[in-house]
């Protein structure tokens, strides 16, 4: 997919200031950074910029403060990229206002500074013209590399766009031509696989994949909605009641390429030390709750994955985070990594588990973003990155 908008390559950044929209939500264990991806994945447009003598201000969220919040400081994110950079990254006290225009005033070409966390002012999610405003009074070009909150139109990933010329990043231009390359020119056999929670949060990726899909293969809870419209008794797992003929209608219209577990691990209760059994999907007790897809279909999953050209994961086989429900997910995961086609993982609890069995290096792309590639795969247009300039019409 040819990416439809300008990036840090067509502007020239020597001696100006750069306002650069991270994705620098980070999980924290107290000050501690459990998962660096999204800040090593923001490295390459820092150093492209900093290196043509752009002066870099980097402004970022970190978690759903309400006002300042001294626990959700990006302190540790400046002190990690100044590890990873090699050079002093200064934290600012705050993203607009005196201190603000001082440090980004008085800084020198190359410097890389970041800012306070943006969402410590409510007018940032409020999208306020004003703090939009301020935040583009900082600097002389924009760019976004925030592919995470591209889903949004917050003051700073899509009102500054609109005051300053604004372009992507090498993490967003990244990411729209992976996901772009699974929606419009997929390698087939195209397979996509499925899990989560429930039906209703995958009801737009359904009906924007089965069409192009060569198999979809679900698992997770929302499986058991669709066993559930087969007739099965589902015990006390999870179900989306109001999609039941929903997915009944897909069964119907689509059963050649949808794929579902033909065996399950079972439990009565959610804990690490509960007893566990393997039962045909049509075996589940009344007070037994599904918790990972069965062996047998983890091997039959896999068979279909390692022979995909193009495969899309998007949500987890279980509960993968005790460690009686994982093999399902594990499963899908390495197979991920042993096939030798594209292989795509979409963000939030997928990546997560692509890094905790340690494939997240060992397939084409990990997504950054959890609800902007999931909007993204739907089909919808994501703010963030529509406000951007449009490509240039001369090719590069």
């Known amino acids: 997919m040819s990416f439809a908008k300008q990036t840090v390559r067509d502007i020239d950044p020597n001696g100006k200031r750069v306002l650069v929209r991270c994705d620098f939500n980070v999980p924290l264990d107290g000050t501690r950074i459990t998962d660096d991806r999204r800040i090593v994945e923001a490295l390459p447009t820092i150093r492209y910029l900093a290196e043509r003598g752009g002066i870099v201000i980097l402004v970022s969220h970190l978690g759903r403060p309400k006002g300042p919040t001294p626990a959700l400081s990006l302190a540790p994110v400046a002190a990690r990229l100044s590890e990873l950079l090699h050079r002093p990254v200064p934290l600012v006290a705050d993203c607009v206002g005196p201190a603000a225009e001082e440090a980004c005033r008085t800084a020198k070409p190359g410097d890389v500074l970041m800012l306070e966390n943006v969402r410590f002012h409510p007018e940032e999610e409020a999208n306020d013209p004003g703090f939009a405003k301020q935040l583009a009074g900082l600097a002389d070009l924009y760019v976004n590399d925030a592919f995470g909150t591209a889903h949004r139109a917050h003051a700073s990933t899509e009102g500054v766009a609109h005051l300053l010329p604004g372009v992507a990043g090498f993490l967003i231009e990244k990411e729209v031509e992976h996901l772009g390359l699974a929606l419009d020119n997929p390698k087939h056999p195209f397979v996509a696989i499925m899990g989560g929670a429930k039906v209703k949060d995958k009801i737009a990726l359904i009906d924007n994949l089965l069409p192009k899909v060569d198999r979809l293969i679900v698992g997770g809870g929302m499986a058991f909605t669709f066993l559930k419209a087969k007739g099965y008794e589902i015990g006390k797992s999870l179900l989306d009641e109001t999609n039941i003929a929903y997915a009944g209608a897909l069964i119907r219209e689509y059963g050649d390429k949808i794929m579902l577990p033909t065996d399950l691990v079972v439990t009565r209760e959610l804990t690490t030390d509960a007893p566990t059994r393997v039962v045909a999907a049509s075996g ?20 279909v994955i390692e022979k995909a050209g193009t495969a899309l994961w998007n949500g987890p086989m279980g509960v993968f985070e005790l460690a009686p429900f994982a093999a399902g997910t594990k499963a899908v995961a390495e197979a991920l990594a042993r096939c030798q086609g594209v292989t795509i993982v979409g963000g939030g609890d997928s990546a997560a588990a692509a890094e905790q069995f340690g494939v997240a290096d060992k397939v084409s792309h990990v997504s950054t973003g959890g609800g902007a590639s999931l909007e993204f795969l739907e089909g919808k247009t994501l703010p963030g990155i529509a406000a951007l300039r449009d490509a240039l019409t001369a090719a590069r």
């Open 284 to 303: 589940i007790g009344a007070d037994e709750i599904g918790a990972d897809i069965g062996p047998d279909s983890a091997r039959a999953f896999a068979q």
